[in-house]
């Protein structure tokens, strides 16, 4: 358990660096293209989500509320020079009442002159509607004379313009307000049109990015699944020593859907927001720029908290996995063990124990909601400060002409999108820091050395292994093989017995390159085993190992050849389509048997193969081996000592050495280690036999 918590700890301690970056970006390769569109659509997203709160802007400025105003000038020299400079720079949005006003459409004047117009009190507060009857049909024509004969106190008239005052329009039909705006109506739908199309158009390129986004993640991680597992494959026995397959297990399925998330709904995403952001930030500056300055800082506020969160959060979620990791690990050695729990009444210690580990989980839970409670409601109350705000300001600035009325509205827009990325920080964050570990777990993963896969590849094999004067440790500290020379010739049985821990299984691990020697050399048909492909080398050779495993399909089924040379002691081919789990430790051992000898391999190794078989189907496979023995080289390692009396020879090894050498009855007559062995056997077997 302690390792997991320094594995989990050591997670949130990680970042990405370049070399990492460079790792993930290789596996994009095939993709890129894929996204690339998802980039382009991203950024067409952006801008159209830019582009609808200006165009509600538009429609309310130009054409929803009236834009013509009056320019009173006074006697100040300047005050005339600015208004006949923009009469001359606007000839057609500047029309003469008097010698000393004007009537002047705003709407289509730079911000720069509109400014010095509202900002010198040269324009009226009140509004106008003009038209000009040279823009109108003749029906058009007739209508409007209609209205202005009907109404003739509340319209004016210069050259081909009739105006009437905003406030003053209130008192016509609503037929006759139709009449009369009818050419603004018509820029209000073509608005609303375009409006609509925006956001078409935002709900079809935002479904096409999310859609190439997601598809292209999925072949990227469906890529690097493949190659990570692929990878694992290759590696030798020793990384596995040192790697639990729980961990494994979490790199190719967890680490792996937590980079694919990082990916989708974080890394692109927050390109666009990106972009979003910028894009509001520019646009509310033309229009505002000391209202922009007010919100600039306040999100520079919300963002340096969130900063805050980020560093707190960093810890908190930290804690929380490593308390589902102690949560987790306790609960499955629970239920696994909990025959030894009940067989010493351990119940009532261990749900202590429990409750303990329990406490941790629920106090690094509590932490990370009362984060939670406090940073979300905090941005909801910045972000409504600052829509309330806005309003205040806004409102004081459009009723005082620094600020149109359209902007005032496209300012609360443009805020709602400038807040949402900063709302899914705190999960954005969660994916992030889950990324960045796995990034570097799988990292590690993949740069961990394969197995070497040269050598030879072809050729017969006799089945002859020599060792010559092998040494072998697994830590570089004990030595678990001293100096261990013998032979097996071609076709001839050997038995390889001795104390537990004394070195047989390791001998097999070599022979198999599971391992390597440190010192002396493994010979195969007098070839060094160093210089055969790892995957002839194992093509050629059967094994049955003490520790069992059945896949759910065999791994032989699709490539066997051989003839089943195993005697019908069971209906083994429904063992071998039944469910592992359903049948006994000898039926899987009966399983393996049949697969072994299926391999029709020239050396066959049985390390402990008939330890959970009972004596009779024993001594018959036994009797197969003896029979069907010609041409095949077999090791079989024992504990049972009854198991290898018929060997042609008995190999015994202590303490990492090959002491002694010879057949059962000349083992027996030099009354050694052997010797004692056989003994103790036949001992507790009696004693076994005196008690039943």
């Known amino acids: ?225 493949v190659q990570v597992f692929s990878h694992i494959m290759r590696l030798p026995q020793t990384f596995f020593d040192k790697n639990p397959v729980g961990r494994l297990t979490t790199r190719v399925t967890n680490d792996i859907n937590a980079i694919n998330e990082m990916y989708t709904s974080v890394m692109v995403q927050f390109f666009k927001d990106i972009l979003v952001v910028i894009g509001v930030f520019v646009v509310m500056f033309f229009m505002n720029r000391t209202l922009t300055v007010y919100v600039f800082i306040l999100t520079m506020l919300m963002l340096i908290f969130a900063s805050l969160f980020r560093m707190k959060l960093k810890t908190v979620y930290r804690d929380v996995r490593i308390s589902i990791a102690k949560l987790n690990a306790f609960v499955q050695e629970s239920v696994k063990g909990i025959i030894l729990i009940k067989l010493y009444n351990k119940e009532i210690e261990n749900f202590e124990k429990f409750k303990g580990v329990n406490s941790e989980n629920y106090k690094a839970n509590m932490d990370q909601l009362w984060v939670y409670a406090t940073f979300r409601p905090f941005i909801e109350f910045t972000s409504v400060f600052t829509v309330a705000f806005i309003l205040w300001y806004g409102g004081l600035e459009v009723l005082s002409l620094d600020l149109t009325l359209g902007a005032l509205i496209a300012y609360l827009y443009y805020v709602r999108l400038l807040f949402r990325p900063i709302m899914e920080l705190a999960e954005k964050y969660n994916l992030f820091q889950s990324a960045a570990a796995a990034t570097e777990n799988l990292y590690e993963l993949s740069s961990a050395v394969p197995e070497a896969t040269s050598g030879i590849t072809e050729g017969d094999i006799n089945g002859e292994i020599e060792f010559k004067k092998v040494w072998f ?38 022979i198999l390159r599971f391992y390597e020697a440190q010192k002396g050399e493994i010979l195969l048909d007098g070839i060094n085993i160093l ?30 050849t051989g003839t089943n040379r195993l005697p019908s002691i069971k209906n083994i081919a429904q063992l071998s389509s039944s469910n592992r789990n359903s049948i006994s430790s000898g039926e899987k051992q009966l399983v393996s048997i049949n697969q072994a000898f299926s391999k029709n391999a020239k050396l066959m190794i049985l390390d402990e193969a008939t330890s959970n078989i009972d004596a009779n189907i024993e001594k018959r496979i036994q009797e197969t081996i003896k029979k069907n023995g010609n041409g095949t080289t077999t090791l079989i390692i024992a504990h049972r000592l009854s198991n290898v009396r018929e060997a042609d020879r008995i190999l015994v090894i202590h303490k990492g050495e090959i002491s002694e050498s010879g057949t059962h009855t000349s083992l027996l007559a030099k009354k050694g280690i052997y010797f004692n062995l056989y003994n103790l056997q036949n001992e507790i077997r009696q004693f076994s036999t005196l008690t039943s």
């Not at 700890?9 to 070399?19: E, M, P, R, S, V």
């Open 473 to 510: 440790s697994y830590d570089d500290n004990e030595w678990v093989l001293k100096n261990v020379s013998f032979k097996l010739n071609p076709s001839e049985t050997v038995a390889l017995v001795g104390l537990t821990g004394s070195g047989k299984t390791t001998i097999v691990n070599l």
């Open 531 to 560: 210089d055969y492909n790892p995957d002839f080398l194992r093509e050629n050779i059967s094994a049955v190992f003490q520790d069992l495993f059945l896949f759910g399909k065999n791994v032989s089924e699709d490539h066997e």
């Open 1 to 225: 358990m302690a390792l997991m918590d320094n594995e989990e700890a050591k997670k949130g301690k990680k970042t990405y660096d370049l070399k990492l970056i460079r790792w993930l970006f290789g596996y994009t390769g095939p993709y890129r293209t894929a996204m690339f569109l998802a980039l382009v659509f991203m950024i067409i997203t952006a801008s159209l989500e830019l582009t609808v709160p200006y165009i509600a802007k538009l429609a309310v400025d130009k054409y929803i509320y009236p834009s013509w105003r009056i320019a009173d000038l006074g006697d100040k020299q300047t005050d005339r020079k600015l208004v006949l400079d923009i009469k001359d720079k606007y000839p057609s949005l500047v029309v003469p009442l008097d010698q000393s006003s004007y009537l002047i459409d705003m709407s289509e004047i730079d911000n720069e002159d509109r400014h010095n117009l509202e900002k010198l009190g040269l324009v009226s507060e009140e509004r106008y509607l003009a038209i000009n009857q040279n823009d109108l049909s003749t029906e058009d024509n007739k209508e409007l004379a209609n209205i202005v004969a009907n109404n003739q106190d509340l319209f004016a008239a210069v050259g081909p313009y009739n105006y009437i005052s905003y406030t003053s329009m209130a008192k016509l039909k609503k037929s006759e307000i139709i009449v009369l705006r009818s050419d603004e109506i018509k820029h209000v739908i073509k608005l609303a049109a375009l409006l609509f199309l925006c956001l078409l158009g935002i709900f079809i390129f935002s479904s096409l990015f999310t859609y190439l986004l997601n598809y292209s993640g999925h072949k990227i991680m469906h890529r690097m699944r």
